[in-house]
């Protein structure tokens, strides 16, 4: 998943091209006032919906992101977040995945959308 994802203590619970579903913990992913940063969010939600892309892509493939944005509708301080990456559309070249992020009570703190470019990987 990569060195930031490890580091931002993000964890794959279900990874598959249809979905792909992610922990994160609150705590260690902060802003100044104790809230969850809002780029953690944004970091969770290019993570979840850049594995989808990749597992829809298949071997031989590398994924590249083209466009994120990232909605905030409330503040988490504590607990773990789960992410719930889901296809909006799945083409040969482009793929587009909408991202539900939420608290461990089940309410929505941040709704995202990552779209993909998907291209031949480079030999080594």
């Keep these: 998943m990569g060195a930031l994802a490890e580091r931002m203590g993000i964890v794959p619970v279900e990874v598959g091209p249809d979905r792909v579903v992610l922990t994160m913990p609150v ?12 780029g953690a969010n944004a970091v969770l939600v290019e993570t979840a919906g850049s594995i989808g892309a990749a597992m829809h892509a298949g071997p031989g493939q590398m994924v590249v992101g083209l466009d994120i944005s990232v909605t905030h509708h409330r503040a988490a301080r504590d607990g773990m ?44």
């Design 27 to 38: 705590e260690g992913n902060t802003q100044p006032f104790g809230l969850l940063h809002g």
């Design 81 to 124: 977040v789960t992410a719930v990456a889901v296809p909006l559309s799945l083409g040969r070249t482009v793929t587009s995945y909408e991202v539900k992020v939420t608290d461990d009570d089940g309410r929505l703190l941040c709704t995202g959308r990552l779209t993909c470019l998907i291209r031949s990987a480079p030999t080594p």
